[in-house]
């Protein structure tokens, strides 16, 4: 788990600009994604995060996972 305090926040998703699909990690469904839209990166407000990043979306740690897509990690505050 990274350091939520260096990891960068990154606010809510804007519907208007690139955005890659958010999944909870027990949810396998993006395993069965179209290979056409797999990318080498994440997408957040159209900016591009390598597989293995992480961000914080309000509470919600994202980490960027293979496929191009983000899986819901746990919250981003520390106890």
Known sequence: ???TRETPHV???DQELKNSPIFDEADSEYLSLDLE????ACYFNDKAYA?????????????????????REGTCHQS
């Open 1 to 3: 788990m990274p350091n």
């Open 11 to 13: 606010g809510a998703p």
């Open 37 to 40: 839209i797999e990318t080498s």
């Open 51 to 71: 597989i293995g990043e992480y961000v914080c979306s309000g509470d919600e740690l994202l980490r960027c996972e293979e496929k191009g897509v983000w899986i």
